[in-house]
T-cell receptor, first 111, second 114 residues
Framework: DVKVTQSSRYLVKRTGEKVFLECVQDMDHENMFWYRQDPGLGLRLIYFSYDVKMKEKGDIPEGYSVSREKKERFSLILESASTNQTSMYLC??????????FGSGTRLTVV | DQQVKQNSPSLSVQEGRISILNCDYTNSMFDYFLWYKKYPAEGPTFLISISSIKDKNEDGRFTVFLNKSAKHLSLHIVPSQPGDSAVYFCAAHDRGSTLGRLYFGRGTQLTVWP
């Protein structure tokens, strides 16, 4: 089975800090995704990547950037963390023609 | 505008009875549909899927029904168990998308009580 690993389960950061969320998948998948989950809003796509150094904006990219220097690693960057970025962040890798495998998530709190 | 809609944010069912979770979509280019289950503090896990060429897919206690003319699908869980208590997300794949993006609904919180 594909494994998607997010480096931190819980993070607490201060407003204005630059925050890095890391995601690694152990298969040679081209497509990787970053979502955030908020109560009542479901899963919202922030960014996705379809190859090394290639990225596409999702539905809510403002305040975020991404980096994909190697195929297995996809990083989400909060340039200057704000309290409205407190959320559960989920990374996914494209497992099959259609389905994703998700990581366990990172619960980020910005204070 | 949401292309995949789950209009019931929550559902409460007694153990042993049937749970029916509903999902509506607007995009006629969707060709594959999936259900994911999510427990708190964990990532979503794949549950069951259905191709648009079928109208039913069954896996143990879980059955998904697809009504293309109504652009509606439903997930049936029979019998429901307390361990089924989770958030369920409906997702759809756009065959016009070359990048494999799925579109998700907002989720339905299922609570199964003893």
């Amino acid at each position: 089975d594909v494994k998607v690993t997010q480096s931190s389960r819980y993070l607490v950061k201060r407003t204005g800090e630059k925050v890095f969320l890391e995601c690694v998948q152990d298969m040679d998948h081209e497509n990787m995704f970053w979502y955030r989950q908020d109560p009542g809003l479901g899963l919202r796509l922030i960014y996705f990547s379809y190859d090394v150094k290639m990225k596409e904006k999702g539905d809510i990219p403002e305040g975020y950037s991404v980096s994909r220097e190697k195929k297995e690693r996809f990083s989400l960057i909060l340039e200057s963390a704000s309290t409205n970025q407190t959320s559960m962040y989920l990374c996914a890798s494209r497992q099959s023609t259609y389905g994703y495998t998700f990581g366990s998530g990172t619960r980020l709190t910005v204070v | 505008d949401q292309q995949v809609k789950q209009n019931s944010p929550s559902l409460s069912v007694q153990e042993g009875r049937i749970s029916i979770l509903n999902c509506d979509y607007t995009n006629s280019m969707f060709d594959y549909f999936l259900w994911y289950k999510k427990y708190p503090a964990e990532g979503p896990t794949f549950l069951i899927s259905i191709s648009s060429i079928k109208d039913k897919n069954e896996d143990g206690r879980f059955t998904v029904f697809l009504n293309k003319s109504a652009k509606h699908l439903s997930l049936h869980i029979v019998p429901s168990q307390p361990g089924d208590s989770a958030v369920y997300f409906c997702a759809a794949h756009d065959r016009g998308s070359t990048l494999g993006r799925l579109y998700f609904g907002r989720g339905t919180q299922l609570t199964v009580w003893p």
